[in-house]
């Protein structure tokens, strides 16, 4: 099943009962949210989910491209990346949680083929606050998926106040077809996580306590890539079509291994996508998030061979990405800021290099060295380590 005709199988579904589609935003947040970028598809909706009445109704799907910060140092294993997409779903006081499970159980059985016995549910097993989530856990057994409680895994929360409230996580079991599943999703990394599927029943106070909503809201959140990586029979989110002409490409241009080659067509897939929207390198912000992206690309670039350039990145790998994103504009205004961007870097290492020379760094370098150089000459902790490493 090609990541397309996911993304039309579950907006036809949702749509076919009742779901209004949303078009998916910018990666940008509104300039009063103080977050870089949207995070999750439930991000623009937050003001809804508070309870302001959203002006395309209650029942809402739709597919969100995010970008998160926090994995960047994870990107180069299977499963990690700096932008994605995520498949949505929304009940802003309309039905409620059972209601979604079953939904998302129908979705996966007959819309994508899963079976039931090869499904794994996680369920909230309650705390000092909040009981056990019995309806979750009887919906999932009537279903005929098996359920496992834990404890904070299954407590979702969007910051430390703020809306809450127990989820219910579905795996689908990615071990060797012809042979039973088994163990659980917290004993056995086989079991796969597609779907989350949250309640959100509270609003936790400053003083910690929780006070339940007055209109109840249910959130799921379905990454693409990684289902698309499931459906598909991979291993690892870099072999789906998703990135078909990245793996395709890029291997035969730059000899790198493979944590290196997933990095270099992460970061540089997520820096045309954050171009796309309109963002610039810059040193602060946004646009110092994409400054870094394309920086580790050229260092893991360089680390073998200094005479590779992203002038030999190939225009289809642009297009297609910016058309993935559904971005309007050209390829040749992102490839100019992208080989601006390599020059301001060669200049830095070259300036980088003179001073670390010195020989006031022959040493180990102090907090205060850090500190000095990167106020005095503009040269991160993690160029200066880079430059530094022999």
């Known amino acids: 099943m090609t990541t397309d005709r996911i993304v039309r199988t579950f907006t036809d579904y949702f749509r076919e009962r009742g779901h ?3 078009t998916g935003a910018t990666l940008l947040p509104p300039p ?4 870089l970028f949207t995070t999750s598809g439930m991000h623009p909706l937050t003001p809804y989910l508070e309870g302001r009445p959203h ?15 926090t ?7 299977r499963t ?6 995520m498949l949505g779903s ?3 006081g309309d039905y409620g949680h059972t209601r979604s499970l079953r939904l998302g159980h129908e979705l996966l059985r007959d819309g994508f083929g899963i079976p039931p016995e090869r499904m794994y549910a996680t369920v909230f097993g309650g705390d000092d606050q909040v009981g056990p989530d019995d309806e979750a856990s009887d919906t999932w057994h009537e279903l005929g998926v098996r359920v496992e409680r834990t404890g904070d895994d299954n407590w979702w929360s969007h910051a430390p106040v703020g809306l809450c409230g127990p989820d219910s996580e579905i795996f689908v079991w990615t071990g060797d077809p012809a042979t039973p599943p088994q163990g659980s999703p917290t004993t056995d990394p086989r079991w796969v996580e597609v779907w989350n599927h949250v309640s959100m029943r509270y609003l936790r106070l400053e003083d910690g306590s929780l006070r339940p909503l007055r209109r109840p809201n249910v959130d799921t959140g379905m990454g693409l890539e990684r289902l698309a990586t499931v459906l598909q029979g991979h291993d690892s989110v870099y072999d789906s079509d998703l990135f078909e002409p990245w793996t395709r490409l890029v291997p035969p241009l730059w000899d790198l ?6 990095l270099v067509c992460d970061h540089l897939r997520s820096g045309i996508a954050v171009l796309g929207d309109g963002v610039r390198p810059s040193h602060t912000g946004r646009g110092y998030v994409l ?3 394309t920086r580790r690309v050229l260092t893991t670039l360089w680390r073998d061979d200094p005479s590779r350039t992203l002038s030999d990145l190939p225009t289809e790998l642009l297009g297609h990405t910016l058309d993935r994103f559904r971005q309007p504009g050209g390829t040749e205004r992102v490839r100019d800021v992208l080989l601006d961007e390599e020059r301001r870097f060669e200049k830095l290492l070259e300036r980088g290099r003179r001073v670390l020379g010195g020989s006031r760094f022959d040493g180990p370098l102090s907090e205060e060295d850090y500190r000095y150089l990167h106020d005095t000459h503009g040269l991160p902790r993690d160029l200066v380590t880079t430059l530094r490493t022999p």
């Open 20 to 22: 209004e589609l949303l």
């Open 32 to 35: 009063t949210d103080p977050v």
């Open 55 to 69: 002006p395309q109704g209650r029942r809402l799907a739709g597919v969100q491209r995010c970008l998160r910060t």
């Open 71 to 77: 994995d960047l140092d994870e990107v180069g294993d």
């Open 80 to 85: 990690h990346l700096t932008v994605f997409e």
């Open 90 to 92: 929304w009940s802003l």
């Open 257 to 262: 291994d493979e944590p290196s080659l997933r």
């Open 291 to 293: 400054r870094r992206l």
